[in-house]
Nanobody, 126 residues
Framework: VQLVESGGGLVQTGGSLRLSCAAS????????MAWFRQAPGKEREFVAT????????YYADSVKGRFTISRDNAKNTVYLQMNSLKPEDTAVYYC????????????????????WGQGTQVTVSS
């Protein structure tokens, strides 16, 4: 089972990036998916999650209104559209697959996810 992120890179403040996470080895169409990020010297933190149908989404306060999570179950892929990027968004971004078939109240914790990608670097220059 693999989750492979792509789409990271270097962008200026105010710019946009779209991250993708493609799953292989099994389908995650019945699991919530999420994005986390880890900045240098900091712990990994929750960014966004989406239910398996795509109808429920939660975001960290720091990205609300700027980032949008979406998914295409036919392609076994989840996306993170990031707009109005700030230097503080600089981090390695990881996608993760939920261990349950629903979004629990602990959706922002790493323990709710049992498959992780290797991460993709996003750097926002000031």
């Amino acid at each position: 089972v693999q989750l492979v992120e792509s789409g990271g890179g270097l962008v200026q403040t105010g710019g946009s990036l779209r991250l993708s996470c493609a799953a292989s080895g099994r389908t995650f169409s019945r699991n919530p998916m999420a994005w986390f990020r880890q900045a240098p010297g900091k712990e990994r933190e929750f960014v966004a999650t989406i239910s398996w149908r795509g109808g429920t989404k939660y975001y960290a306060d720091s990205v609300k209104g700027r980032f949008t999570i979406s998914r295409d179950n036919a392609k076994n892929t989840v996306y993170l559209q990031m707009n109005s990027l700030k230097p503080e968004d600089t981090a390695v971004y990881y996608c993760a697959a939920g261990r349950r078939s629903f979004i629990s109240t602990d959706y922002y914790t790493e323990d709710e996810y049992n498959y992780w990608g290797q991460g993709t670097q996003v750097t926002v220059s000031s």
